[in-house]
């Protein structure tokens, strides 16, 4: 009875925390305006076709978040709680794996204060706000750790795996979300790797005569190959996306000019139009009216820019895509828009001057597009050079596990667990990231010290713009540094009594500590920058665990143990419970302050707009606000707001606060620190 009252009180402090902090984090979505990392997946690769969320040309895709993201927009729409969605419910799913991790706790304070610290910390709930991986990473992050316990509570006792497979394939999941995430795949790998081995170790049966109870084998024989399969798919479908696969997709493109002599040719423009709509211009051949690219690539369109008095000598521009030609004289027309600019005459590229365009929504854009037959062939036949790598590693990974049966090491059941989990990762992982490298897009990072880059701007982003000590990082930093040497007293003194207790801490540390090398390791290799702030956001819930963990062990250690390490809690609860009181708000992000004010401009733009009787404007924006604003231009429905970025001439301009002179300022956003103008009189 008094046991049942005790989990009782327990249970209603933890339910109505859960409701907090999900209805806080809802409000959140609701309330914070769109940050530019959000509106960029959005415009990228929400409001278009659906296969644009298998394009990983920039490494805004965190692919598992934009998805689920690109299903929830489907079904309720664009919103921001919409778009948001998917990671709400993930953290609804974090909660549930912190729950069912920390309910295994002996001490009912020590575990109801480890689930607070985990849901305390204001910068990691931002990204449970936000329509962003990491939420989603950290939600399967939990889901490892939990099945991971599971898997080291019962090893002495089964040789069973499959705990250590979901595991991995939780982690796997976790990476598919955030790449960084495969950091600590590498630490459950090797946890995983290293307890089996040293399980076996203190068993009589030796690990190559264990099995496990399998399926008949009619039923395996009839088994669907789910790997291969979803791997090829996969594949598949990511380089079906990417532009760059192969130069054989393009036509060359020539343009040359008849009729101009050297020195009107040379203030002759060319330039050609990517399938993002930016400008590149092409090159004269020396001492040839002729501009081409050496090497061949996507033509969205073409610009021809020239003085008026060199266009009117003009007798003919001969466009050759491929073995095509395009000709446009004073007789012919190729499909050219004309206009003046100025003193300056512009021919812009039309519809009709193209090749026949792709059926493939991504690539019917491009002009010089070498037929959708070659495209097949091409993805087919790369997709079958990275099956081919898979399969290569799958044959390194079953002759290892052969090698630590012949050793004794592990059994064929075992090492299935992990070299499954692996060859998943990889046939995931891998085509993304082999085109996030070859496009150099992993450069999101710090580039000084590890320490210094990684832990320190971990710590300062938690303290999330608050100044408590001028040498507050520090002093956290050490008192990280101390929870390990403590952690190290108790360790020597638990692992001669109960092994099992100081388990879930040692994995914790040790999945940090391989984390940690990894991450140097990829920064000798590969030049790779090591992760700064969100990138590595994970550390933050894995240390709060390990420390609640501790704490655990350490209370398990006797009475003063117990009143040692439930005041030391305590404090550290304290301070975050009035931390997040001071920094709790529903207004902005800590990384993207600037985005703060742009919905609230684009409001009171639509207002002036609505009171003006405008159907069209232009806006003019600062860079960075300038995929947010294109977010909320889309959504909106007074009118149709065109967004542009400065210097571009525009009616209206929204631009960083003192920015700018020769405006008149029609409103101020001091949050954003950002202002609505008219160009004009500076008021």
Avoid at 305 to 315: G, L, R, T
Avoid at 630 to 654: E, L, R
Wanted: charged fraction near 15%; hydrophobic fraction near 50%; charge should be positive.
């Amino acid at each position: 009875m008094i046991s049942a009252v005790t989990r009782l009180t327990s249970r209603i402090p933890i339910a109505g925390a859960c409701l907090f902090f999900i209805a806080f984090a809802t409000a959140r979505a609701v309330r914070v305006p769109l940050t530019y990392d959000e509106a960029a997946t959005y415009l990228r690769y929400i409001s278009t076709d659906f296969l644009s969320v298998f394009n990983f040309s920039v490494a805004n895709n965190h692919f598992a978040n934009s998805l689920l993201t690109k299903l929830s927009s489907l079904v309720f729409g664009d919103s921001e709680l919409a778009l948001r969605l998917p990671t709400l419910i993930a953290y609804c799913m974090y909660m549930f794996f912190c729950l069912l991790i920390l309910r295994e706790l002996k001490h009912r304070v020590i575990a109801c204060a480890g689930f607070l610290l985990l849901n305390l910390n204001p910068y990691v709930l931002d990204y449970f706000a936000l329509s962003r991986g990491y939420g989603l990473s950290l939600a399967f992050l939990m889901g490892t750790l939990f099945f991971l316990f599971r898997f080291l509570a019962q090893l002495r006792t089964s040789a069973d795996s499959r705990h250590l497979f979901s595991a991995l394939m939780f982690a796997c999941g976790a990476a598919m979300a955030n790449f960084t995430l495969l950091n600590v795949f590498l630490g459950v790998f090797g946890v995983g790797l290293v307890a089996l081995i040293v399980a076996n170790a203190f068993t009589s049966v030796p690990p190559g005569t264990r099995t496990l109870d399998r399926p008949p084998r009619k039923s395996r024989r009839h088994s669907v190959p789910w790997l291969p399969l979803v791997a090829a798919i996969f594949t598949a479908l990511v380089l079906s996306q990417d532009i760059a696969l192969s130069e054989k997709l393009f036509e060359p493109v020539t343009v040359d000019l008849v009729g101009l002599n050297d020195a009107e040719l040379d203030t002759v423009r060319v330039a050609r139009f990517d399938i993002r709509g930016r400008a590149l211009p092409l090159l004269r051949q020396a001492g040839a009216p002729v501009w081409r690219l050496d090497r061949r690539t996507h033509f969205a369109g073409l610009r021809i820019e020239m003085p008026a008095a060199a266009a009117d000598k003009v007798e003919l521009i001969e466009v050759t895509i491929g073995s095509r030609r395009f000709w446009h004289d004073r007789r012919r027309d190729a499909g050219w828009i004309i206009r003046d600019a100025g003193a300056s005459r512009i021919f812009e590229s039309g519809p009709a001057l193209s090749l026949p365009r792709s059926r493939m929504p991504a690539y019917r854009p491009i002009m010089n597009w070498a037929g959708d037959a070659r495209y097949v062939a091409c993805v087919a036949t790369y997709t079958a050079f990275a099956l081919a790598a898979l399969a290569a590693l799958a044959i390194l990974l079953k002759a290892a596990g052969a090698l630590a049966g012949h050793l004794n090491l592990l059994s064929g059941d075992q090492w299935r667990a992990l070299a499954s989990g692996a060859l998943w990762c990889a046939a995931l992982a891998g085509p993304p990231l082999y085109l996030l490298r070859r496009n150099a897009e992993l450069y999101y990072g710090g580039n000084g010290e590890f320490i210094e880059d990684t832990y320190y701007s971990l710590i300062h982003s938690s303290f999330y713009g608050r100044t408590y000590h001028p040498d507050q990082n520090q002093i956290v930093f050490v008192a990280i540094i101390a929870t390990v040497a403590v952690f190290s007293v108790v360790f020597y003194v638990s692992v001669r009594r109960r092994l099992a207790s100081v388990l879930p801490a040692v994995s914790l540390l040790a999945i940090i500590v391989i984390a940690s090398v990894s991450v140097v390791a990829q920064r000798s290799l590969f030049q790779t920058p090591y992760l700064l702030g969100r990138s590595g956001l994970f550390f933050i819930p894995l240390y709060v665990l390990f420390v609640t963990f501790l704490c655990e062990t350490i209370a398990e250690l006797g009475h003063a143990g117990k009143v040692f390490a439930t005041s030391i809690l305590m404090v550290v609860l304290s301070f975050s419970i009035y931390h997040f009181m001071v920094t709790a708000n529903l207004k902005e992000t800590l990384d993207w302050p600037d985005d703060a004010g742009t919905k609230a401009m684009m409001e009171d733009l639509g207002q002036i707009i609505a009171a003006e009787h405008r159907p069209r404007v232009v806006l003019g924006v600062d860079w960075f606000y300038s995929a947010v604003a294109a977010y909320y231009a889309d959504t909106q429905k007074a009118a149709i707001i065109d967004i542009v970025v400065v210097p571009t001439p525009s009616d209206f301009m929204y631009l960083r606060e003192g920015q700018a002179e020769g405006i008149t300022v029609l409103k101020r956003y001091p949050v954003a620190g950002s202002m609505l103008a008219r160009p004009g009189t500076t008021r």
